[in-house]
C-alpha cells in the first residue's frame, strides 16, 4: 500500500458536463474526507465518510455534488452540471477512526472551461 | 466560529536565520492543532502536532492557549524547508474535521 491515491490526477471539463473522481484510501483507514482548495487558499472541508456512513456534510456542498463510499473501501465524488467555479484541486484524505493525522492523496486538478 | 488565521502568505529568510510561521485560531472547545507542508510537487503532508510536542526536522510550536497561536518555529532554517506551511485545527463533538489557514509560502534563500 503506497498510500491515498485519487483517479484521475487532472481533468479538464467543459461546463456542464459530469465529472466522477475516484479516491483509494489506506486499506485500514475507515474514515474518508474529501476537501477542495482553490488557488491561494487552504484545504475546505467538503465531506467524510466512516466506513460507508457518509457523516457530514459541508455547505460548501451543493445539490450538484455528490460522494459515495459504497463498501467502505474507495470513493468517488461526482459534480453534476459541472461550472466554471467549480474548478479547483479536489484532495482526499484518510486516516483510522477519529486519529488525528490525516493522510492526503496527490488530489485531482479539476479545470472547467 | 472555527477559523484559522495566518497572517504570512509569503516569508522569506536566509538560510541559518530564525524562523517563524504565526498561526491564530478561534475554537470554543478544546483545540487538537497541526502543522501540514507540502513540499513543491508533492502532497500534504503531516509536520508536527501540539499534543505530541515533539520537534520534527527541527521545527517546533507550542500551543499558547492566551494567545489562541500555535506558531511554528525552527532557529536555523535550511533551503530544504522551502514549502507551503498549512496551520489546522481539528475540531471535534460531532463536527470532526480539519479547518486549514490559508498558508504561508516560506522561501528559504541561500
Known amino acids: 500500500d503506497t498510500g491515498v491515491s485519487q483517479d484521475p490526477r487532472h481533468k479538464i471539463t467543459k461546463r456542464g458536463q459530469n465529472v466522477t473522481f475516484r479516491c483509494d484510501p489506506i486499506?485500514?483507514?475507515?474514515?474518508l474526507y474529501w476537501y477542495r482548495q482553490t488557488l491561494g487558499q487552504g484545504p475546505e472541508f467538503l465531506t467524510y465518510?466512516?466506513?460507508?456512513?457518509?457523516?457530514?456534510k459541508s455547505r460548501l456542498l451543493s445539490d450538484r455534488f455528490s460522494a459515495e463510499r459504497p463498501k467502505g473501501s474507495f470513493s468517488t465524488l461526482e459534480i453534476q452540471r459541472t461550472e466554471q467555479g467549480d474548478s479547483a484541486m479536489y484532495l482526499c484524505?484518510?486516516?483510522?477512526?477519529?486519529?488525528?493525522?490525516?493522510?492526503f492523496g496527490p488530489g485531482t486538478r479539476l479545470t472547467v472551461t | 466560529a472555527q477559523r484559522v488565521t495566518q497572517p504570512e502568505k509569503l516569508l522569506s529568510v536566509f538560510k541559518g536565520a530564525p524562523v517563524e510561521l504565526k498561526c491564530n485560531y478561534s475554537?470554543?472547545?478544546?483545540?487538537?492543532l497541526f502543522w501540514y507542508v507540502q513540499y513543491s510537487r508533492q502532497r500534504l503532508q503531516l509536520l508536527l502536532r501540539?499534543?505530541s510536542r515533539e520537534s520534527i526536522k527541527g521545527f517546533t510550536a507550542d500551543l499558547n492557549k492566551g494567545e489562541t497561536s500555535f506558531h511554528l518555529k525552527k532557529p536555523f532554517a535550511q533551503e530544504e524547508d522551502s514549502a507551503m506551511y498549512y496551520c489546522?485545527?481539528?475540531?471535534?463533538?460531532?463536527?470532526?474535521?480539519?479547518?486549514f489557514g490559508k498558508g504561508t509560502k516560506l522561501t528559504v534563500n541561500p
Open positions: 489546522a485545527l481539528f475540531t471535534q463533538g460531532g463536527s470532526e474535521k480539519l479547518v
Open positions: 465518510f466512516q466506513n460507508e456512513a457518509q457523516l457530514e
Open positions: 475554537y470554543s472547545g478544546s483545540p487538537e
Open positions: 486499506s485500514e483507514h475507515n474514515r
Open positions: 501540539h499534543i
Open positions: 484524505a484518510s486516516t483510522q477512526g477519529s486519529a488525528y493525522e490525516q493522510y
